[in-house]
């Protein structure tokens, strides 16, 4: 239902087009914004693939509509995996602890009766629903479940495992739910996809992530950069291409004069292994009368360790959070910098303002993580 989001896939799959085609000049021109996204679908006919994704709202009066678009572009095809990251705000600790029983009415509450629809008239094979580790216990587990009971009735068995993402190289504390449904008595898979084989000793720090972007200052760079040195971790990773020196969208917000001071001395205390707390600011620098909640309110990300501060959607509207770990660059991490945490390849064009940009970054699964199971998945359909 994110309209730029669904531009930002878009423009994902005209980049994918012309990489697997060899048209890296054309594609350069389109990163760079020299040729317009419309003229590349009309040039190769890419009006079809472009039609796949779908900015719309899933609900009762748009379901049918939804499958129907679904089923004409599957054709005569059968359906083996639906996928669905669902938003997890209404349950997460965070959310219910700030709005409280308004939580309940919250309607994406409900959004697993519009799966249960698509499963029922798509039958698929496999069905992968990720969300926070949180939606076990939400309304004492009620929530839960209701959703497995659900399914159960549909004919899927399941089987529910908590994945932690530094487990796959990530470098942010982030845990998530993968809870996996496949139909009864089918032939294809009888068993929780085999993750273990992926995980490795983790050995990069959050820095290897971030070390060989240009420097720059609270509201500068740029769309388009040059890399300022090499970075085999992130070329062996998949983030940075071969052959390619540009990075896009390393760009970063202003910043008041009061919030440097305090960032000089949030990142000052990160370096002597120290938090700041906001109780313990210089009185002039203390504008919050509430001075005992919220005291990690300006956090550093964690440059030295290898893994930091998760990246969530609240990145769009709170930025002090994720103060960049280099004092001499005395600002908050750029969109390029909260995508490489995420693992969002260097080419990835991102569509929409900064906020609406830095809000796609934090409501994405990494998609190191994605491509993992999606691999692990394929393998048993060939």
Known sequence: MNS????????????????????????????????????????YWLQNEINMVYNEEISDKTYPILLEKVKRNLG?????????????QTYSQIWRARIGEKIEADPRNFLYLQYIKFLKDLSPKVFVFENVPWLKTAWKWKYYKDIKNAMNQVWYKI??????????????????????????????ISHYPCLEKYKKHYTYSVNDF???????????????MNYSSENKVLEQLGIRRKGIDFV???????????????????????????KLQ??????HLITHKNIDSFQNRFNVVAGKDKVTSTIVAHISSDWHYYI??????????????????????????????????????????????????????????K
């Open 4 to 43: 730029h989001a669904c531009e930002s896939l878009r423009s994902r799959i005209v980049s994918k087009f012309l990489q697997r085609k060899g048209l890296s000049e054309v594609e350069k021109k389109f990163l760079f914004g020299k040729i317009n996204r419309e003229e590349i679908v009309q040039s």
């Open 76 to 88: 005569w095809k059968k359906l083996d995996i639906i996928i669905w990251w669902p938003p997890c």
């Open 159 to 188: 089987e529910v495992k908590e994945q932690y993402m530094p487990d796959y190289w990530i470098p942010q504390n982030r845990k998530r739910l993968i809870i996996v449904w496949w139909k009864k008595n089918n032939k294809i």
């Open 210 to 224: 971030l070390k060989d972007l240009p420097k720059i200052k609270e509201g500068g760079g740029a769309s388009l």
């Open 248 to 274: 896009l969208q390393h760009q970063t917000r202003p910043i008041r004069p009061l919030d440097r001071e305090i960032y000089k001395i949030a990142v000052s205390k990160y370096n002597q292994g120290e």
């Open 278 to 283: 906001y109780k313990d600011l210089p009185k």
């Open 324 to 381: 960049h770990p280099d004092i001499n660059q005395n600002r908050s991490i750029s969109l390029r910098e909260a995508a490489r945490i995420q693992t969002f390849p260097d080419d990835f064009k991102f569509e929409g303002s900064r906020t609406a940009i830095f809000k796609q970054i934090g409501n994405a699964v990494p998609p190191m993580f994605s491509s993992i199971l999606a691999k692990e998945l394929c393998s048993y359909f």
